[in-house]
């Protein structure tokens, strides 16, 4: 069984501040693991994947993510927020079985 | 363009009226699925396809149905539609499962009353 847990259902931060959302995951297969992005009223886009290699992958806008094998999580970040990044962000971890299964979501504020 | 439609987007029904939510995807890809997605719960995923003809269960099918005759098309269908289906409906396509990215519909809200 796969799946994905999300600290902090709402996350707000300055503008120009560090923005850092996490995601931790269970599975028992090496994991492909995703960021998806939703603006409002929109579907999911995808912001970036991890499946196999550097650990430390980018992204679309400026996120990155690491992969943390040890500690299985796969947290997002981004140096500096813009108001544009305002949105719900949503993990997700494949781990075999034709599934993905995503965590509850994260809804990013940046204020003035 | 590359894309998922979804029809309708908007869709307010009353207990026990059949409806078909419509998806098609223009990507020629194998995998389609079906999630709905709550408040404070993400995205569950109902239904999912490997192919035309290969339907399967996801976490939350009941109450739901779904048929894969073709391999763009991937509708979904309630039944006897109740209030506890009241939800946003999300359609997903990808080439295939594992390391390949899932694309987005733009979704259906669908009010059951």
């Known amino acids: 069984a796969q799946s994905v847990t999300q600290l902090g259902s709402h996350v707000s931060v300055s503008e120009g501040a560090l923005v850092l959302l996490r995601c931790n995951y269970s599975?028992?297969?090496?994991?492909?693991l995703f960021w998806y992005v939703q603006y409002p009223n929109q579907g999911l886009q995808l912001l970036l994947k991890?499946?196999?290699?550097?650990?430390l992958v980018k992204g679309i806008n400026g996120f990155e993510a690491e992969f943390k094998k040890s500690e299985t999580s796969f947290h997002l970040t981004k140096p500096s927020a813009h108001m544009s990044d305002a949105a719900e962000y949503f993990c997700?971890?494949?781990?075999?079985?034709?599934?993905?299964?995503f965590g509850t979501g994260t809804q990013l504020k940046v204020e003035l | 363009e590359a894309q998922v439609t979804q029809n309708p987007r908007y869709l307010i029904t009353v207990t026990g009226k059949k409806l078909t939510v419509t998806c098609s995807q223009n990507?020629?890809?194998?995998?389609m699925s079906w999630y709905r997605q709550d408040p404070g719960l993400g995205l569950r995923q109902i239904y999912y396809?490997?192919?035309?003809?290969?339907?399967d269960k996801g976490d939350v099918p009941e109450g739901y149905k779904v048929s894969r005759k073709e391999k763009r098309n991937f509708p979904l269908i309630l039944e006897s539609p109740s209030p506890n289906q009241t939800s946003l409906y999300f359609c997903?396509?990808?080439?295939?499962?594992?390391?390949?990215?899932?694309?987005f519909g733009p979704g259906t809200r669908l009010t059951v009353t």
């Open positions: 991890y499946t196999t290699g550097a650990t």
């Open positions: 396809s490997m192919n035309v003809e290969v339907t």
């Open positions: 997700a971890v494949e781990g075999g079985g034709n599934k993905l299964t």
């Open positions: 990507m020629n890809h194998e995998y």
């Open positions: 599975s028992s297969v090496p994991p492909y």
């Open positions: 997903a396509s990808s080439l295939r499962t594992g390391v390949h990215e899932q694309y």
